[in-house]
């Protein structure tokens, strides 16, 4: 029985104490993700009693107000509650291979978990584990590194996150100067990391003998020093990691990691993507509801043009946002659609989301400038989103070798003109 | 006259494309073939252009029911669903074997809208001519009075004591009423009423004497527009589409005809912003980041549209047309002008001044951009729709909604 199965099965109520076995004998061979074979936007009774289930566990145990909680504390996150999602719903291995103590779901399927997060601003270190850390083992296709740490990232009890980044905020190999020696020994510093001071497991790209390699550093390594810093999106903590001669086991192929990094990095991009159309889609509520609530001029508010059509502005935007993910979703991790697909969702939500941030808080004129107001918390998650897995306008720089092969396809001369970018 | 084999439609979708293909190297006429399958455009447009061979053909697909699939079989139809009706159409389109886009009125929007609303009459007389492409239609509803506000037309229809009706008004955007030989009319029949419910729809002969199209020259330098005079014209009560005094409703079947099935499949694939990139790369614009960071963000937000029309096209398996349509209405006419200012920039000065006869297309574009924000409902109509249908907010006052016709102000 698949996850989705039981969860199909199993309406959510109070917190239940079935406890789930994975099948332990390995039933499929895939490299990142199942393979999602239905056709684009076929959503399954399945999806929508996913969305359904992890929409009513958030709304009881994480609503906005609780992100607020955590975020105004400087809480990391409720771990009784990340145990909970993992133990009792299984959300953190819902898309890892059963081999691994997963449930052999889809990328689609956490794309959908991803979404209800977005929504209510779930934060704390599900996504560095289950969107960077995770897909980066997968995709490292070191058998024995994921044997090791994914089941235990899967049952809940191990949190982990992805470092590449060096304060240039660019997701490029020459950007990565932390070196590996060759006993695997890491110097160099890394940040912002997502969750980076709390964090179990770290899995770091860093440049050694062979190339750039992905590196698993454990918490308490020798030499790893990490500092919390200031953050504008209170609901993912960052920090700043600094590696000292730190020992750490280096998996995948050595020379191997930067690929690694770019997959799990796509598959991080649609999730991201999908928490971003979750959000936007909790802004156009809350705003669609007060413009039809809240009284000027003796009309409500959102009879005036002025409003209606920024509204309509960002329900189109919306839309199309969704689109966006959810193709890239429904694409094999792996493949040239998915790459095009994830590249797209990211430049397109990333923008999208920020811009919607901007018009709640327009909408709802000075009570939306105000601390207690939600709009602030959606705003401040949106700009962050935007530069944690590299700014939309060096996504959009990454989509231009595709972008000249759909023009050579349409206008063969593209293909034989000499095109030469300067650097 | 040809004789036409049926075709058959099996019930999975890729036997549905495989049969009619095959069907349709069946029947095309050898030299179309020839020169579809060699990729020759050139062959295949001249041969399309020339009115007795593609009169010749379109007889011939409409016998087959594959210019009207979603149609009953006895009105000329298939019968089939708008989806599995896009399959055909897909194929259509592969061959070059598809009606021009001047028929969309006729099979668009005047076809489903006499199967709804026509007498059997009506329905014998005019859906099998439709269906083999013997007629054109225009449509004529927009008036200089009656832009966004369409209810507030007053072209007026006095029924005589023969039963005929006397028409007299004037009618503006009607593409190709100077070709047409049937025109979708919309006329005021009681000024007593509230604007919404005094008007009657006709199906109109276009020769009838009265009838008077003008062309009228677009901003682009083009004239497929007109606009139509009508003055003493009398129209049997026969033409008549629908119960007097409730030709709104009528309109609305008109108006609502999105999911036709007469469209292939939607994809995301080559779109305006790649032949822009094509061109930037031939002008070395491409070799401008800002130019390449637009254009790339134009891409995506292409293919972010064509998405939303995937999903759109799956969620609405019915076919019935809904305010999502809006929603891609609005991006759609966005995009078109950021792509037409855009396409400008590639080549700055080409886009300005040209030799004799060489005005490059980037111009075209950049003239016709504001069409999608303007035709079949503007920008702000749409926001409308999607905030009031959409997002559950107030429907925009309309102060004389209820006032009879002949008492609201003019202006």
């Known amino acids: ?423 | 006259m040809t004789v036409t084999l049926p075709v058959e439609l099996p019930a999975d979708d890729a036997e549905l494309a495989d049969a009619v293909a095959s069907w349709l190297r069946q029947n095309l006429p050898a030299d179309w073939l020839a020169a579809v399958e060699a990729g020759d455009r050139a062959t295949v447009e001249r041969i399309r252009a020339d009115r007795d061979r593609a009169a010749a053909w379109f007889d011939v697909l409409g016998e087959a029911g594959l210019a009207t699939p979603t149609w009953p079989r006895e009105h000329g139809g298939l019968g089939l669903t708008a989806d599995r009706a896009s399959i055909v159409s897909e194929q259509l389109v592969r061959y070059s074997a598809e009606r021009p886009n001047q028929d969309f009125v006729g099979l668009a929007l005047a076809g489903p809208t006499i199967l709804e609303w026509g007498t059997d009459e009506q329905k014998a007389a005019r859906l099998p001519a439709l269906a083999r492409g013997r007629e054109l239609w225009c449509q004529l509803f927009s008036e200089p009075g009656a832009g966004s506000d369409l209810a507030a037309l007053s072209t007026r229809a006095v029924q005589q004591e023969d039963g005929n009706w006397l028409v007299n008004g004037q009618k503006v955007w009607n593409s190709y009423a100077h070709l047409a030989d049937f025109g979708l009319l919309m006329t005021r029949t009681d000024p007593a009423a509230p604007k919404h419910r005094g008007i009657t729809y006709f199906l109109l002969d276009m020769r009838t004497p009265g009838v008077e199209p003008r062309p009228l020259k677009q901003m682009t330098g083009d004239a497929e527009f007109n606009e139509t005079f009508l003055t003493d014209v009398v129209i049997p009560d026969s033409a008549r589409l629908g119960p007097v005094n409730q030709g709104w409703a009528v309109a609305i079947t008109t108006l609502m005809q999105e999911r036709n099935g007469l469209s292939g499949r939607p994809a995301v694939g080559p779109g305006a912003s790649d032949a822009l990139v094509a061109r930037a790369v031939a002008t070395g614009a491409w070799r401008d980041p800002l130019l390449r960071d637009r254009l790339v963000s134009a891409f995506v937000e292409e293919r972010s549209l064509q998405m939303t029309t995937i999903r759109s096209f799956v969620a609405a398996g019915s076919g019935a047309p809904t305010a999502e349509g809006s929603i891609r209405k609005l991006a759609h006419a966005t995009l078109s002008e950021k792509l037409g200012v855009l396409g400008t920039e590639l080549e700055p000065d080409g886009a300005i001044a040209w030799d004799a006869h060489e005005r490059p297309a980037a111009v075209e574009q950049f003239l016709a951009m504001k069409t999608y924000s303007i035709a079949g409902g503007t920008s702000e109509i749409q926001r409308n729709i999607i905030a009031e249908r959409v997002l559950g907010l107030p429907k925009d006052p309309d102060p004389e909604r209820h006032t009879p016709f002949q008492e609201r102000s003019r202006g």
């Open chain 1, 1 to 423: 029985m698949s996850r989705v199965d039981f969860l199909f099965m199993c309406r959510w109520g109070p917190l239940s104490d079935v406890r789930l076995t994975p099948p332990s004998h390995s039933l499929t061979l895939c490299p990142v993700y199942a393979e999602q074979r239905d056709p684009e936007f076929g959503w399954t009774g399945e999806h929508r009693q996913l969305r359904e289930t992890v929409r009513g566990l958030l709304a009881e145990r994480a609503p906005v107000s609780r992100s607020r909680e955590l975020a105004e504390s400087g809480a990391r996150h409720d771990a009784a509650l990340y145990s909970a999602l993992a133990e009792q719903v299984g959300l953190q291995g819902l898309a890892l291979p059963e081999r691994f103590g997963g449930y052999g779901g889809t990328l689609l399927d956490l794309a959908i978990v991803a979404e209800e997060m977005g929504r209510v601003l779930y934060g704390g270190p599900f996504f560095p584990t289950v969107a960077l850390a995770a897909p980066a083992l997968m995709a490292s296709a070191d058998e024995e590194a994921c044997a090791e740490y994914l089941p235990r990232i899967a049952d809940g009890s191990v949190t982990a996150t992805l470092a590449v980044v060096e304060g240039s905020g660019v997701w490029s190999p020459d950007d990565v100067l932390t070196v590996a020696d060759a006993g695997g020994r890491l110097t160099g510093a890394k940040f912002p990391v997502l969750d980076g001071v709390d964090a179990d497991l770290l899995v770091v790209a860093a440049r050694g003998p062979e190339g750039i390699s992905l590196y698993v550093v454990e918490g308490g390594a020798e030499g790893l020093q990490r500092s919390a810093l200031e953050i504008l999106d209170g609901t993912r903590r960052m920090g700043r990691v600094t590696f000292d001669a730190t020992p750490a086991r280096r998996i995948g192929a050595p020379g191997h990691g930067w690929a690694a990094v770019t997959q799990a990095r796509e598959v991080a991009s649609v999730l991201m993507a999908a928490e971003q159309v979750g959000a936007m889609a909790a802004c156009v509520e809350l705003t669609a509801e007060y413009a039809r609530t809240r009284r000027q001029f003796g009309r409500l508010i959102g009879s005036f043009q002025g409003v209606k059509h920024r509204l309509a502005d960002m329900a189109v935007r919306l839309e199309m946002s969704r689109s966006a993910a959810y193709w890239a979703a429904w694409q094999d991790p792996g493949t040239e659609e998915f790459a095009f697909g994830a590249g797209t969702a990211r430049s397109f939500c990333s923008e999208a989301c920020l811009q919607t941030g901007q018009d709640t808080i327009q909408l709802h004129g000075g009570i939306g400038f105000t601390w207690e107001h939600d709009a602030h918390l959606y705003l401040r998650r949106a700009r962050a989103d935007m530069t944690v897995l590299g700014t939309p306008a060096q996504v959009r720089a990454e989509l231009e070798t595709t972008v000249l092969a759909a023009a050579a396809e349409l206008e063969p001369t593209v293909a034989t003109h000499s095109i030469e970018v300067p650097a």
